[in-house]
Structure formats: C-alpha cells, structure tokens
C-alpha cells in the first residue's frame, strides 16, 4: 500500500505572527524542562525544523516519523518530551501527538503482561508513539529470552500500521541507525521507509 502524504495533518497555517507565539511557547516549555535550556543556532535549526513537522508544514518528510540520534546527554529524549507537550498544550485535539514509553519500559510491561499489545494493536486503538532509548540492549536475564524478539515484532507491527493506517513511530538513540545490531535485517530495511534520520549534535548537558 502506497503510504498518504498527508501523513502528518496540518495543524496551522502559519503566519509570522502566529509562528513567532508559538515558537515562544516552545521555549516556555523547553525552559521548564532543562532549568538552564539555551537556543543557540545549530538547536535553533533542529527546532525549527521539527516545529515546522509536527505542525504540518514541512521541515522533514511528513510521510515519516522522527528517528533522532545522538550521543549521551545531547537532548533527545527531552525534545520529543518538548513537542509532545507542545501538541498537547496548543493543538490538544489532534492525529500529531503522540505517546512515549522507553524501551526498558517496553520490557517491563512484557514482564509483567506477557505481550506488548497495548503499542501495537490494541483493537482499533492506533496511535503515534516514540520509543525512547531505541536499541538500547535490554536484561534478558531478567525480562526473558524472548523480550529482544517480541521488541522486534512490535515493531514490524508498526511499520503494518504505518503502512496501512498513517500510523507513525518517533525515536530517540544513542545509535545511528547505521551501527544497530539488535534488530533483524528485514526490520532494518523497514526503518528507511519508517523514519526521517535526524542528528543532534552538541555538548552534554548532564554534569
């Protein structure tokens, strides 16, 4: 099936003003997230861009979700959390939001429900997710041998979804999708059509 290309639904039609707000409030909700937060021109570039996305407007692929990588304590993780409180906070009642769940806490809810159907599909219940920490090597000791397994089927079943439904899969790695070794090859060829590969450079903010 040959996916929408209107994937991400605008949610604006932006005019200087309305983009100016907007952006403001990004920086209102970044500022409470990280105490010392500062946007300097290569993040302001990456915001930019990703503020353009969720809104609809371009910025990336809308026809793809965001895989965003980088190294240890650049700001992956708490961006995803800023657009997600971003749609939440201005565009409440719209298809670009998204849920958010680690993918240790992917593990824990198989160890404890013995499935992942919540995140896959869950009767008609489809939604945007990103999954934080993406190949990040989970206990098997612990969660079970087949955890890496079910992690991997999980998400064949969100490329089904995205191929049939527009549903869309965010991440956040430490790994370029390049150097990945815990998935299979089937689903890393799957990844190409999945995701728009975004870097985040910079210095770590965890002292």
Do not use: W
């Not at 971003?86 to 429900?113: I, M, R």
Request: hydrophobic share 35%; net charge neutral; aromatic share 16%.
């Amino acid at each position: 099936m040959v996916v929408s290309k209107s994937i991400v639904h605008k949610l604006i039609d932006l005019t200087p003003e309305s983009s100016k707000t907007l952006k403001q409030g990004i920086i209102s909700i970044a500022k409470n997230e990280v105490s010392d937060f500062e946007m300097n021109d290569y993040l302001k570039q990456i915001f930019n861009n990703l503020f353009l996305y969720f809104t609809g407007n371009g910025g990336y692929d809308m026809n793809k979700g965001i895989y965003l990588y980088g190294d240890f304590g650049v700001g992956k993780t708490v961006t995803m959390l800023i657009f997600r409180k971003f749609l939440a906070s201005y565009f409440p009642f719209n298809s670009n939001g998204y849920g958010f769940v680690s993918v240790e806490k992917l593990a824990e809810h198989y160890k404890s429900e013995g499935n992942l159907l919540r995140y896959g599909r869950n009767k008609d219940e489809f939604f945007n997710l990103c999954i934080n920490e993406f190949g990040k090597e989970v206990d098997e000791k612990y969660y079970g041998t087949n955890i890496q397994n079910t992690i991997n089927s999980l998400l064949m079943v969100r490329y089904e979804l995205f191929q049939e439904n527009k549903i869309l899969t965010h991440a956040t790695s430490n790994f370029h999708p390049s150097t990945l070794d815990c998935f299979d090859n089937a689903l890393m060829d799957r990844f190409k059509e999945m995701f728009n590969f975004v870097e985040l450079k910079g210095e770590s903010f965890r002292k």
